[in-house]
């Protein structure tokens, strides 16, 4: 759990990914289209993959990936980030961390 916490503090954004999830994919365009630069991490591309992912099924993210993390707090999967960009709340948290700065 330490370990994740200390990976997710990193950046400001960060993502638990894999390399063939179709909707890890979707975020993390999401995000570079926005101008974002994140840390991702491909789980399983990692030695300690499965471990990490899972802590973030621990963590309440189900499926485990996408699993987002915006200023080292976790922020959910897809789906939460979906919805925060549909509130229009999802730019505004990034320009808060520094991870956006226009």
Sequence with gaps: ?????????????????????????????LLSDFGVNPAVYELDEMQRGREIEQVLLRLGCSPSVPAVFIGGEFVGGANEVMSLHLKRSLIPMLKRVGALWV
């Design 1 to 29: 759990m330490e370990a994740v916490a200390t990976m997710a503090s990193e950046r400001p954004v960060v993502i638990f990914s894999k390399s063939s999830c179709c909707m890890s994919h979707s975020i993390k365009t």
